[in-house]
């Protein structure tokens, strides 16, 4: 099986074209004057990947381990999923690609937004060579920005709430951080209505044949 990671896990070698364009990424230094430290490029992709999750940008936490979603966001994101840390790193059906695959830095305490010069450069040409993907996760603001533009609604809560509106490509949601607790509690609709579809069409992407789903397009 053709796949690859930035992470230590990395199940196989990738070969060909994907590997070319996998060391592409990995020495990408494109923005490297505007960040904290020397670039280092967090995702796992592979050929064969149905599901698409596409956060904000790493964490210092991810920026150290080299594992996406490693952390307390990482956490909720998988109770929301249902899903065991196995399954979520297996990287041959699941594929991980932030918005920015930078870690950007901080300012007074909080993360800086993702590089804008990233996703333009790198979504479209993981995307291509990921073509079983079948449904897109939109995870915060950021990568609700990226892949719908103007479809957003005019809060977070309006996109998410609206999440049929985005299918059967993409799902919006909030980003589990502990930032978010308030959200969550202030919008309990998410858990109770939103969470089961969630799950619905995760299991459906992840069970689709070659011949079943649709497609995503970049
Ligand atoms: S954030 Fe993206 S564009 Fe900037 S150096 Fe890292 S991979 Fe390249």
């Known amino acids: 099986m053709r796949s690859s990671s930035s992470s230590s896990s990395t199940p196989a070698e ?3 074209a994907f590997a070319e364009l996998l060391a592409r990424v990995q020495a990408c230094t494109v923005c490297a004057a505007q960040l904290p430290y020397p670039p280092r490029p967090i995702l796992r992709v592979s050929p064969t990947a ?4 596409v956060g904000q940008a790493p964490g210092r936490r991810v920026h150290e381990t080299k594992i996406p979603w490693n952390d307390p966001s990482g956490d909720l994101l998988r109770q929301w999923l249902g899903m065991t840390r196995e399954v979520f790193y297996d990287v041959s059906r699941i ?7 930078c870690y950007p830095g901080t300012v007074n305490g909080s993360d800086l937004p993702p590089r804008p010069e990233c996703a333009p450069l790198w ?3 993981l995307r ?4 079983d993907i079948r449904l897109t996760l939109l995870i915060g603001a950021y990568a609700q920005a990226y892949y719908l533009g103007k479809r957003r609604g005019r809060t977070l809560a309006d996109t998410v709430a609206a999440w049929r509106d985005f299918a059967p490509d993409y799902f919006p949601l909030p980003h589990p951080s502990p930032r978010n607790r308030l959200w969550l509690k202030r919008n309990p609709w998410f858990e109770l209505e939103v969470l089961p579809a969630l ?5 459906a992407a992840l069970a689709a044949g070659d011949n079943g789903g649709a497609k995503n397009q970049a």
């Open 14 to 16: 990738p070969d060909g």
């Open 50 to 53: 149905r599901l698409l999750i």
């Open 95 to 101: 594929a991980i690609v932030p918005t920015g695959l």
């Open 123 to 125: 979504h479209p040409q």
């Open 128 to 131: 291509e060579a990921m073509p």
């Open 199 to 203: 799950r619905e069409r995760v299991g």
